[in-house]
DNA sequence: GTAGTCCTTGACGCCGACGTCAAGGCAAAG
DNA sequence: CTTTGCCTTGACGTCGGCGTCAAGGACTAC
């Protein structure tokens, strides 16, 4: 198999193969004529290193993982350095999950202040005579 | 006040200064001697950027916000169109949010089914005799 | 032969929000 | 006068994961 049928198959593009190869994580045999030639075990490790990365994970993380199944575990994440990275995703992801609902919390607590105080503002221009009337919004 | 003083009471660099600036975000007066001039308003301005950079919001999101400080509105989100910002924020923090959570639920499982079999293998190992052991993994 | 498709390497582009360095100007202190 | 310190503009570097050419080789079909 070439590269591009590899790329094809696994739904990412040879420049991507490529890069892979530049950062070491998927190696090429080659063709008398310098093709690259893959076999089905690269499409396997391909996929895995699709899978991770549609989860978020660095290409980094995708190592252990593709390592593994080259060491020939029946599974990616059968080695403890998978495991490892597992669990520190899962961290990651805890922490970022913390802060983005943090963040999403104050963003709704500013939103509803504000309109709040915008509602205030029409209510006082409507009903006039209300609680000591400010003026600096009318532009 | 010069460059240098307004980047630090408001914790940043000159050099994002400039670049705020530079997109047309924060322009400032040029004394004489074509130093940059701010006053307390440009202070203002900025920490309104900056409390939005910091809750994750890309630069040109902040614009409303400035804009409308420098409108003369008491504050950056007194406008409407920085409600509409707070909003799609709001729903892309919440997207995300989802997105995030299903991706860490989907590794937990990952990482739970690998320990799992890891320990499955174990046991075998350590008391043989077992349901039908497999083979794959003893390298 | 030649048209077409796939392959090769190399190199620059992209995105956002600056960091960092270079070369030089302006001002105040000694 | 020199040093010191802040300022100026300009330009390239960073990071990740590729996209997008460009120039040319390999192979197939007609």
Chains 1, 2 share one sequence.
């Not at 495991?83 to 500013?110: F, N, S």
Request: charged residues 30%.
């Amino acid at each position: 198999m070439r590269i591009g049928e590899l790329a094809a198959r696994a739904g990412t593009t040879t420049r991507a193969l490529r890069y892979y190869e530049s950062r070491g994580l998927l190696p090429a045999r080659r063709g008398s004529n310098g093709y690259r030639t893959y076999d089905e075990r690269d499409l396997r490790l391909l996929q895995q290193i699709r899978t991770l990365q549609d989860f978020g994970f660095d290409l980094e993380e995708t190592r252990p993982f593709v390592e593994c199944l080259r060491a020939g575990h029946p599974a990616g994440d059968s080695c403890p350095a998978s495991l490892a990275v597992y669990r520190r995703k899962l961290a990651e992801l805890d922490a970022l999950i913390g802060e983005l609902a943090a963040v999403r919390d104050g963003v709704r607590a500013q939103l509803e202040r504000a309109e709040r105080a915008r509602d205030e503002l029409a209510a006082e221009a409507g009903a006039p005579g209300g609680p000591d009337p400010h003026c600096e919004l009318g532009g």
